[in-house]
C-alpha cells in the first residue's frame, strides 16, 4: 500500500480500492470528507497557534485565563480549572505549574482549609489577555469574513451533526476494547 502524508491523500478511488480489499461497506466520498476536514482543522489549527505562540500562549494557557478572568475573585480550584478544560488534574497541575512560573496565576492556600488551593489571575496574566484578546477575536472573525449569514449558520448545524456523531466513534471504540 501507497504512502499518503497530508498533501498526498488518497483519491476517492483509492480508497475504494482499499475498502474492497477489506471488504467494507462505506462511503468512500465520507472517508475523503473527513480527510479534507482533518487537513483543513490542522492548518487553522496551526495558524491560530502561531498567534498565540507571539504572546507565549497555547489553546490551554489562553483558555485558563479566560476561566480566571470570568470566576468570582478571578480565581478557582485546580480541580474546576482541569474539568473545565476537559483534561486530567495532572495535567491541569502541570499547566498551572508553567503559568505561576510565568507570573500569569498565584496558587493560595484555603484559609479555612489549608489542603484546598485556589488557582488566581495576576495583574500580569490580565494584562496579558487584554493584549492577546483583540488578536484573538481578530483573527476569528477573519477566518470566517468570506461566510455569509446563512453559510455561518449552517456550518453551525453540520458542526453539530458532526459532533453528535462523534458518539458512534465511541461506539466503535468500545467494540474493539471488547466493553460492547
Do not use: C, W
Not at 133 to 162: C, G, H, I, W
Amino acid at each position: 500500500m501507497s504512502y499518503f502524508n497530508f498533501s498526498d491523500r488518497p483519491s476517492i478511488e483509492r480508497i475504494q480500492t482499499i475498502a474492497k480489499q477489506f471488504n467494507l461497506a462505506i462511503n468512500p466520498d465520507s472517508v475523503h470528507l473527513y480527510l479534507d476536514f482533518q487537513q483543513t482543522f490542522r492548518e487553522v489549527e496551526r495558524s491560530y497557534n502561531h498567534i498565540l505562540e507571539k504572546f507565549d500562549l497555547s489553546e490551554s494557557r489562553f483558555s485558563i485565563l479566560m476561566f480566571l478572568s470570568y470566576a468570582e475573585n478571578e480565581q478557582l480550584l485546580p480541580s474546576k480549572i482541569a474539568q473545565k478544560l476537559n483534561v486530567t488534574r495532572p495535567t491541569a497541575s502541570k499547566l498551572i505549574k508553567g503559568m505561576n512560573k510565568q507570573g500569569l496565576v498565584t496558587v493560595h492556600q484555603a484559609s479555612e482549609d489549608k489542603r484546598t488551593s485556589f488557582i488566581k489571575l495576576t495583574a500580569e496574566g490580565k494584562e496579558l489577555l487584554h493584549k492577546f484578546l483583540p488578536y484573538n477575536y481578530q483573527a476569528v472573525d477573519e477566518l470566517f469574513e468570506d461566510f455569509t449569514a446563512a453559510e455561518r449558520e449552517l456550518f453551525s448545524a453540520l458542526l453539530k451533526k458532526l459532533a453528535s456523531g462523534k458518539n458512534k466513534i465511541q461506539t466503535l471504540e468500545d467494540t474493539i476494547d471488547g466493553t460492547s
